[in-house]
């Protein structure tokens, strides 16, 4: 049984360009929700997608956005990309109203040069 | 809005010898979660509570949950090496969306 999927590992992009981070749910887990990791300090929740609606949102700018597909796997795109960007940023997996414990995946790393 | 303070920050300890890290949480929080994080990795489920006065074990921890005193415990019991880790607690208010909002972390470190 696969476990929670992100894409890629690891990525280095320039301040202002656009970046995409792809997710793919454990299976039988029809929710997603995205977190922002810096560098020691704990996940902060950017958003959270369901029956492919946004369904909460953290204080995250709307430079931040998402997407979630048929299938319930997700994307995160950061647009106009800040040094401040850069972050491990995971994606947890989970099942319907929230009452599921929230699996996490491997992470991608984003440095922003 | 729920807020999460773990204490301590950092944790140095001597293979064998017992532990406690403190999660405190500012309002209701529906459950209560604790994850593990190795250097570089994602974050491991480890336990989950759910009510007043609930306590899980799994080897070495023990975790336990005072919904009066907004209080949960992570007890370490004869520490080993492998043990050492980040460990976070995070408190969650399902609503409309389950966002888990998490403390600080405590950073283990075992001794030998």
């Known amino acids: 049984d696969a476990g929670v999927t992100q894409s890629p590992t690891h990525l280095i992009k320039t301040r202002g360009q656009q970046v995409t981070l792809r997710c793919s749910p454990k299976?039988?887990?029809?929710?997603v929700s995205w977190y922002q990791q810096a560098l020691g300090q704990g996940p902060q929740f950017i958003f959270q997608?369901?029956?492919?609606?946004?369904?909460q949102r953290g204080n995250f700018p709307d430079r931040f956005s998402g997407h979630q597909f048929p299938n319930y796997s997700s994307e995160l795109n950061v647009n106009a990309l800040l040094l401040g960007d850069s972050a491990l940023y995971l994606c947890?997996?989970?099942?319907?109203?929230?009452?599921?414990?929230?699996?996490f995946g491997p992470g991608t790393r984003l440095l922003v040069l | 809005e729920l807020k999460v303070e773990q204490n301590p920050l950092f944790l140095s300890m001597q293979e064998g010898k017992n532990y406690t890290i403190y999660c405190n949480y500012s309002?209701?929080?529906?459950?209560l979660y604790w994850y593990r994080q190795d250097p570089g990795k994602s974050l491991e489920s480890l336990f989950v509570?759910?009510?007043?006065?609930a306590v899980k074990q799994e080897g070495r921890l023990m975790a336990s949950l005072d919904t009066k005193a907004r209080l949960s415990t992570l007890h370490i019991t004869a520490a080993v090496h492998d043990l050492s880790a980040t460990y976070f607690c995070?408190?969650?208010?399902?609503?409309?969306?389950?966002?888990?909002?998490f403390g600080t972390g405590t950073r283990l470190q075992v001794t030998l």
């Open positions: 947890a997996s989970s099942l319907g109203t929230g009452e599921e414990t929230q699996y």
């Open positions: 299976s039988g887990h029809d929710t």
């Open positions: 997608y369901y029956e492919e609606e946004e369904r």
């Open positions: 309002t209701t929080s529906d459950r």
């Open positions: 509570l759910l009510s007043n006065g």
């Open positions: 995070a408190g969650i208010n399902t609503g409309t969306a389950s966002k888990l909002t």
